[in-house]
């Protein structure tokens, strides 16, 4: 597996296309409406000699759910993104929002079964935990690119790393601490660090990821056999 290329081309990506941070801004927008508009409803509602209601629970919740689907639609966006720009050399925002609509119920339902695996290990064990998300890692790929049900891309996804394990976990830790250091630098800078942070991270992980999910799905050339010449007498 190229490792350089899979950990470094995504900034390449991001420079010649600056469109791949536009889903980036999605989640960032819708948290800070939520944040805006549910601050303002709790303060309206303690200063009117309230208390919190069943009304502002719904509300409370329905903006999770919101945040969620956001997230979701961005990172389906990115890596029907990452694919159609590998693969055809072009980037449709248009049609990656589409793609990503499409399939929000797969990933959602996906996403929903690997959470809930994750924080299992991860409350109790940790490392269980951290081996569900390690084997989960090409889910949405295999959702987006593949048109796969959320089982079949969890399975789909558990195969590919079981097969090449060695390169997918040397790569999950080299990709963590590339984006250990690069949130770790930006959010050095005051207000705006940690908005940068998240709109390169984003991007960045999800074509990184495509790019080896990609690699590693490729069919395999076959080598051409020479044919042996008999001479004949």
Not at 16 to 33: E, R
Not at 35 to 60: E, N, Q
């Amino acid at each position: 597996m190229d490792f350089k290329r899979c950990l470094f081309a995504p900034f390449n990506f991001i420079l010649s296309q600056p469109v791949f941070l536009v889903p980036a801004i999605i989640p960032i927008v819708v948290n800070f409406v939520i944040l805006f508009f549910g601050g303002a409803s709790l303060i309206a509602a303690f200063t009117a000699g309230g208390s919190i209601t069943v009304g502002l629970v719904i509300m409370s919740l329905l903006a999770v759910l919101i945040a969620f689907v956001a997230e979701f639609v961005a990172h389906a966006m990115l890596v029907h993104m990452a694919y159609t720009y590998e693969t055809t050399g072009r980037v449709n925002l248009e049609e990656s929002l589409q793609v990503s609509w499409a399939n929000l119920g797969k990933i959602f339902l996906a996403a929903g079964i690997v959470s809930v695996a994750a924080a299992v290990g991860l409350f109790f064990f940790v490392i269980p935990g951290l081996i569900v998300l390690l084997f989960s890692i090409f889910t949405v790929q295999e959702i987006v690119i593949n048109s796969k049900e959320p089982v079949e891309a969890i399975k789909g996804s558990v195969e590919i790393v079981k097969t090449h394990f060695g390169n997918v976990l040397g790569y999950f830790i080299l990709l963590l601490i590339i984006m250990m250091v690069i949130t770790g630098i930006l959010n050095l800078i005051p207000i705006v660090g940690p908005l940068a942070a998240t709109l390169i991270t984003t991007p960045y992980s999800a074509i990184s990821i495509t790019l080896v999910y990609l690699e590693l799905t490729a069919p395999v050339e076959a080598e051409p056999v020479k044919a042996e010449v008999i001479a004949h007498e």
